[in-house]
């Protein structure tokens, strides 16, 4: 089974520059996380879609930060202009919603992430 | 809302020493818990989790950890460490359903020769 995939995985950026990242998660997995890792912290949710609609992004800065999951598979998410402090790697997760397999099915996959670096 | 403690941001230990990480969870709900591992340069990758039942959950690599819920604690534990067990280790809690995952800020396990 493939795994979470994750493009470009390293990008490096001047400030007010905008830049994109790509996840394509576990086929037929419903839900997809954004999550923010700040170097030496834990990751932090960003956003949480289940299939096309918008779950959670009480987390994410709208006035640069945006995502989208248009045919609920693959997402995007946006920076636009960045900031220094956004600098981190953006972690992609999916998982299988509630019911369709149980307790078990609740693990998050984790792509390998895009490291972004922003001078 | 929930909130992870890892008590240690780094821990040294010799090759074949015992090893725990010690994570405290805050939450006003149940929780499901997990350990992840995280390599340099790689993703996330589950160790283990407690969703219900028996309080001693065993993982992958040899790691095994116990929820206490009395002590709001799900410390991880391995008997015999190996070089290659060297990684980031972050402990994380979501609310029961299929909900975002609260992370704490990582332990650093380095296993020394």
């Known amino acids: 089974e493939a795994g979470v995939a994750q493009s470009p995985r390293y990008k490096i950026i001047e400030k007010r520059q905008s830049v994109a990242f790509w996840c394509n998660p576990i086929?037929?997995?419903?839900?997809l996380y954004w999550y923010q890792q700040i170097l030496g912290q834990g990751p932090k949710l960003l956003i949480q879609?289940?299939?096309?609609?918008?779950?959670?992004d009480s987390q994410l800065p709208k006035d640069r930060f945006s995502a989208e999951r248009l045919k609920g598979v693959d997402s995007t998410l946006k920076i636009q202009p960045a900031k220094l402090e956004d600098s981190a790697v953006y972690l992609c997760?999916?998982?299988?919603?509630?019911?369709?397999?149980?307790?078990?099915?609740?693990?998050?996959?984790f792509g390998p992430g895009t490291r972004l670096t922003v001078t | 809302a929930q909130s992870v403690t890892q008590l240690d941001s780094q821990v040294p230990v010799f090759e074949e020493a015992p090893v725990e990480l010690r994570c405290n969870y805050s939450?006003?709900?149940?929780?499901?818990l997990f350990w992840y591992v995280q390599y340099p340069n790689q993703g996330l990758q589950l160790l283990l989790k407690?969703?219900?039942?028996?309080?001693l959950v065993k993982g992958i690599n040899g790691f095994e950890a116990e929820f206490n819920k009395s002590q709001t604690s799900f410390h991880l534990r391995k008997p015999s460490v190996h070089i290659s067990d060297t990684a980031e280790y972050f402990c994380?809690?979501?609310?029961?359903?299929?909900?975002?995952?609260?992370f704490g800020k990582g332990t650093r396990l380095s296993v020394i020769a």
């Open positions: 997760a999916s998982s299988i919603p509630q019911g369709q397999l149980g307790e078990g099915s609740y693990e998050q996959y």
């Open positions: 086929s037929g997995h419903a839900t």
């Open positions: 879609f289940q299939n096309n609609g918008v779950v959670d």
């Open positions: 939450s006003s709900v149940s929780v499901y």
């Open positions: 407690y969703l219900s039942g028996s309080t």
């Open positions: 994380a809690v979501s609310a029961r359903g299929n909900t975002p995952l609260v």
